[in-house]
C-alpha cells in the first residue's frame, strides 16, 4: 500500500502543504530595494503566499510572517502552543 504524503503545514481555511511541496526558502534582502521592503516566499503549487520577510532599510531582517501553521507531518494536525497564521480578510 503507498504510504500518503507528509504534510508539512496548513493555510488558515486548511489547505495543506506537503513536504515534497514545500516553497524555496526566501533569498533576500531585495538588493534592488530602497529604504525597508518585504520579500515574498511564494507557494506556485497552491498559487498563494507562504511566507513574507520584512526588511529595514540596511537590509536586515526585521520580522517572518508565516501563513501556514506547522502540523505533525505524518497525522496533518497542527501542533499544540502555535499560534496559527493570519486569518484572511473577509
Known amino acids: 500500500m503507498p504510504s500518503q504524503p507528509l504534510i508539512y503545514s496548513k493555510y488558515a481555511d486548511g489547505?495543506?502543504?506537503?513536504?515534497?511541496?514545500?516553497p524555496p526558502k526566501i533569498s533576500g534582502p531585495d538588493t534592488r530595494a530602497i529604504g525597508p521592503h518585504s520579500v515574498l516566499r511564494w507557494d506556485t503549487i497552491n498559487n498563494r503566499i507562504?511566507?513574507?520577510r520584512e526588511y529595514d532599510?540596511?537590509?536586515?531582517p526585521v520580522r517572518d510572517i508565516d501563513f501556514t501553521s506547522p502540523t505533525f507531518p505524518r497525522s496533518g494536525r497542527m501542533g499544540p502552543g502555535h499560534p496559527g497564521?493570519?486569518?484572511p480578510n473577509p
Open 15 to 22: 489547505i495543506p502543504v506537503y513536504k515534497s511541496h514545500r
Open 50 to 52: 507562504y511566507q513574507r
Open 57 to 60: 532599510a540596511s537590509g536586515n
Open 85 to 87: 497564521p493570519p486569518q
